[in-house]
């Protein structure tokens, strides 16, 4: 997830350019995705995919990271959070529009590797908030947005983390991934 510094995911408008992604970030990005068997989505960030990557990776002006993802995403699979997205006929996906709790700590337990959630800003919060979440990536843009919508929203309680690992990019960036402490 990328988020400006004071907390924002999206600006109010729900515009993202002010997000910076570049060669070494999409490197980066791609050095986990390859431990990753499954993409979660909410509707809005599956279908914004959808309508991306199966073809991506074959366009004329194709970028090295475009293919790699592109390929990356044809072979994921993908579940997606959504009470009115029919799930009939998707390739690699199974929609999840009820019992979220049950079906994802069946997903969680079935053989496989890691679960990655891509943007879908409100999905991570129903997870967050239903416990599912095990570990944070966010890419901490030098940017300060004012408002917008929040990284995080309704927590109840307190959430302790630990870092796990840190990466600072030539652009600003920052990443941090967090655990949940035990």
Sequence with gaps: MHASLDGFVASANGKLNWVTVNDEIFDFVDSFTKMADTALYGRVTYQMMEAYWPTAGQEADASKHDKEHSRWYEKVNKVVLSR?????GLKNTVIINDHL????HAIKQSPGNDILIFGSPATSHTL???DLIDEFRIFVNPVLLGKGFPLFSGI????KLELA???????????????KKQ
């Design 84 to 88: 009115t997205l029919p799930g009939q």
């Design 128 to 130: 967050l908030k239903e």
């Design 101 to 104: 709790a049950e079906n994802i």
């Design 165 to 179: 690992g840190y990466k600072n990019f030539s652009s600003g960036v920052v990443a941090l991934h967090y655990k």
């Design 156 to 159: 109840e309680e307190t959430i």
